[in-house]
């Protein structure tokens, strides 16, 4: 286990080998492709480590309507001329930085077509409405995506040829301990109120077919030891930063609320 | 933990609290559960359903707990209980307080501190068992252990130690199963019983010696008939049910082959006796109390409808789509285009900028919408509205209402350009369910469908599900568009020729279902609420239903709705499929 990263930078516990991984792969020039679900700290180990390299990030929120000149760039109308101006992804290039594209798969596979030839040996992207010009990616530049395989339809996944080009980092949410301290730090509460908020976490991570459509990430238990350490009650932090953004159904609702019943009394 | 009421809700009314215990017991056992509560001294779990003393409900947080945790690490898996079920009374209780230190040992980054201090008062300095083996050692042993306290609950070995507890949940005693076929009958000691427990047990173990499969005596024929455990007499129209499908004591025995108790009249009488109708769809009709299909059950024929006996003006053709309702529309399921001329997009639109220049260079100001660009703009939805015209929905307003509906509906999808076909459904039995046809998918909405649809008149009862069945064919074989949509107008119960109650209700929700899975997503909308929630939840469930007070309502609540179905259906019906799963006892 590699120790959390320390100094000014965002905080990311390692739980397993993802760092080395990732460092290996960005002084390789591989791109990375991080799985996990919503909430488990895929955007913070990104954070992390263009901080720990050095290097700029750009992160691109990927969504539907998302195009190919989102990332690459395009003409804009300035007085009555046009200038060519840098999507993310191009100035991640020429700059050598980190480009993220975070819930890549919500975005639509022609859009995602143009990193193809970045994500292989070659490292170069050519920007077609520039006149076919080529660009080679500067040194430190690498491409990481991320994707939550349980959220999105089926009908969206990745492209195989675009998943085979990318080194595969699979997260989870962190065992008790580690979650703990997490919690802890990140939300500055004592120990026993991370410990039953994690306890209670896990809780609802095990309630299969219970119809909640996300579970309780460590993002909602450290917005709910912010809340407690804002001095409300345990009863009163987790319905508002767990139970209430994860459902709506009623019935769904009030087993949660028995769920944080059960865990509230010791803590 | 407090012996009290366990704060915030624990004193709801008991079903309530029973569903809110739910969740609980399904997160501590990773798997689903069920609760229940019954007339039990302690509590105890078969697998899939944990069962509480009513008495005990509302302190009964720690006890679910507990259960649920002995389900995750595996104690009442069938091997331990069978094992269990040969030794000495009092036995269970040994192994439960073991197993529940095993399980507080196991889970102890899982389960509530509460609890974990309430199970270590209890066990004391005990030390941990290392397994379930090791636990039951330990308790055959003569070691010294604590009591059970009153909140652990039971073991009920017996009924936990078939493999397959796949009717535990609903008998929760002691059935018969494969395994116990198998020979492994002899396993099962009468020692240590309750008294219901050795009441079934005796009725179990007879009837499994003079259960063999597929044999027939007198003596097995008479015993089974005085238990009342023989083939029921048949309340089927087809007589030759009671052999395709003979139930022998807990067993069933199917049918050997396809045709068999199918014929009733020689097929030359049939034809000369039966009315010529025009040829139909058969579809398969769900069986809840087999639990399987009945294929080829029903008959569904469309029709147009019949002729209006007056005029075109007999009733006045259904009034214009309002604007608002239109808007709702306007929205649903749009697809991506390339629009040219924006002012804004991924790519310049080249004759746009030409021109733009041109202006600029003759002084003029010139239009700065220059870019192209991909907009979700495209249609690309196929609606088929299914309109209950049968009995049921009672004469008068409350039908001229919901032909209102249908034809609002149809009209507004059509003027938003999205795909629509508008049919009217009753049966009179299963072999005469009728589809009347007032618009197709390609029809247009005009003076000719609106006389149709003006000409629609109740009359029949309602076999929902093969309606639903039909729409969905007609969907997916005419409908054309990805995104596609079933719309039933109507009270949304099922009513037919033996087709009622739990049965009906079952098949059409199994219809649904089977829609959603296929793409389909389903909408029901009744005007005037039925006086029948619980039959309204049984057939729809997580499908989309509403009853609307009157007619503005629905456009609050159609895109909605209509928005929910589709991503069901996008997600292959899911959540439908998964709530039904969950539809226990």
Redo the contacts between chains.
Sequence with gaps: MSTGTTGSGPYYLGISTEVEVFEAAWRRGLPVMLKGPTGCGKTRLVESMAHRFGVPLYTVSCH??M????LVG??V?TG?D?EWVDGPLTRGVREGGICYLDEVVEA?QDAIVVVHSLADHRRELTLE?LGGQTLTAADGFQLVVSYNPGYQ???KDLKTSTRQRMVGIELGFP??DAERTIVAREARVGDPAA??LV??G???R??????LREVASTRTLIAAAALMGEGLAF?DAVIAAVATPLTDDP??R??????I??????? | ??EGP?????NDRPD?RL??????A???????MHVRADDVARAWNDRETVVLPTAQLPTA?RTV?LQAALVAVGSLDSRPMRALTRCRPGMSDRFLVLEAARAASVLA???????L?DLAATVGDLSVPVSVSDSLERARSDEALPGVPEWYGRIRARALARSDAEDAGETGGVAPSDRDHGGTAGEQAVDELDDEEAEDAETGAIMQKLQVRGMKNPFTAALQKLLGMGAAPSSDENPGAAVEDLPVGNRRQRRIGHAAGRLRTPPALASLLAPRRPTGTVYPEWDRARGRYRPDWCTVTEFDPPSPSGGPEDRPPASEPDPALRRELARLSLH?ERRRRCAD????DLTA?VD??IA?AAGDA?D?D?CS????TGRDLAVLVLLDATGSVGEGDVFAEQVEVAARLSAGLEQVGDRVATYGFSSRGRRQVRMLRVKAFDDRWDAAARRRMSALSPSGHTRLGAAVRHGTHVLATRGGTSNLLLVVVGDGLPHDDEYTGVHAQEDSRMALDEAALGGIGCVGISVRGSGEPEALARVWGEHQHRPLGRYPELVAHLRPMVTAALRNA???GR?SV??R??AGP
């Design positions: 539907e309507d195009t190919a000149a989102d395009r003409f109308l009555g046009t639509r409405r339809s089926v009908l065992p008790l410990d039953e306890r209670f896990t809780a609802v095990r309630a299969r077919d219970a119809g009863r019935e769904v009030e087993g949660l609320l028995e769920l019943d059960t865990y509230g009394v010791g803590g | 933990m407090a366990e704060g915030p809700g624990a309530l569903r809110r215990l739910t969740l609980l399904g997160a501590i056992a990773g798997r689903r947080r707990v980054d899982l389960l509530p501190r509460s609890v201090s991506h997009g991924d790519s310049l900028l733009h220049r600029v010139g700065p220059v660009g991909v907009r979700r996008a997600a292959g959540r998964r709530a799963a969950g």
